[in-house]
């Protein structure tokens, strides 16, 4: 059974960038079954999926963060990660990370199953 | 941008009654749109994907149904671990977007 968890700093300062880090057990990220997620919540609000990443390195990110948002892999330790630069309070949220199964063209992503239990990052000086 | 209203906001039942949760969307979605549950401090869980299958572990109480625009999950009799919020998903063409969620209160 694949479990995900969330790693990185809990405070970040306005205008730095925010990483984070998803270790996958259960599971491998090399399997070409999956895209490798991260969805974001900010306080009292809903749920904004930021983008994923492919075993192969290919990434798709949501069109609001583009700009801003980078992911990579570490297959050697079987992660993946997130970072968003220029941070704002707006950023402040609690991140998951999550897996979807890959889908054919014209089709960007699916459902999330399962999710990491989640960590909440801080933008404030 | 596909934009997913959910309603209503917060529901209040009691245990052991008929839930009834709506999903409306902007544009159809056809039928991918899926449902999560979220309980305090936890992560949100799949429910239902494909707007009508349910995910490993959700129990039959939960069903779902619609497709294209106007999507219900409900929820047959609430036990007690079912009050929490239900979010719905669609995913597809073009990128996720979630509903503001859907309150299920105990009574």
């Known amino acids: 059974q694949v479990q995900l968890q969330e790693s990185g700093p809990g405070l970040v300062k306005p205008s730095q960038t925010l990483s984070l880090t998803c270790t996958v057990s259960?599971?491998?990220?090399?399997?070409?079954?999956?895209?490798w997620t991260w969805i974001r919540q900010q306080p009292g609000k809903g749920l904004e999926w930021i983008g994923y990443?492919?075993?192969?390195?290919?990434?798709y990110y949501n069109p609001s963060l583009t700009s801003r948002v980078t992911m990579s892999l570490d297959k050697s330790k079987n992660q993946f990660s997130l970072s968003l630069s220029s941070v704002t309070a707006a950023d402040t949220a609690v991140y998951y990370c999550?897996?979807?199964?890959?889908?054919?063209?014209?089709?960007?992503?699916?459902?999330?199953?399962?999710w990491g239990q989640g960590t909440l990052v801080t933008v404030s000086s | 941008e596909i934009v997913l209203t959910q309603s209503p906001g917060t529901l209040s039942l009691s245990p052991g009654e008929r839930a009834t949760l709506s999903c409306r969307a902007s544009?159809?979605?056809?039928?991918?749109l899926a449902w999560y549950q979220q309980k305090p401090g936890q992560a949100p869980r799949l429910l239902i994907y494909?707007?009508?299958s349910r995910a490993t572990g959700t129990p039959a109480r939960f069903s779902c149904s619609g497709s294209g625009t106007d999507f219900t999950l409900t929820i047959s009799r609430l036990e007690p671990e079912d009050f929490a919020v239900y979010y719905c998903?669609?995913?597809?063409?073009?990128?996720?977007?979630f509903g503001q969620g859907t309150q299920v209160d105990i009574k």
């Open positions: 999550s897996r979807s199964p890959v889908c054919g063209p014209d089709c960007y992503t699916k459902w999330f199953d399962p």
């Open positions: 259960g599971g491998s990220i090399t399997s070409g079954d999956y895209y």
């Open positions: 990443i492919y075993y192969s390195g290919s990434t």
């Open positions: 544009q159809s979605v056809s039928n991918n």
């Open positions: 494909g707007a009508s």
């Open positions: 998903q669609h995913y597809g063409r073009s990128h996720a977007t």
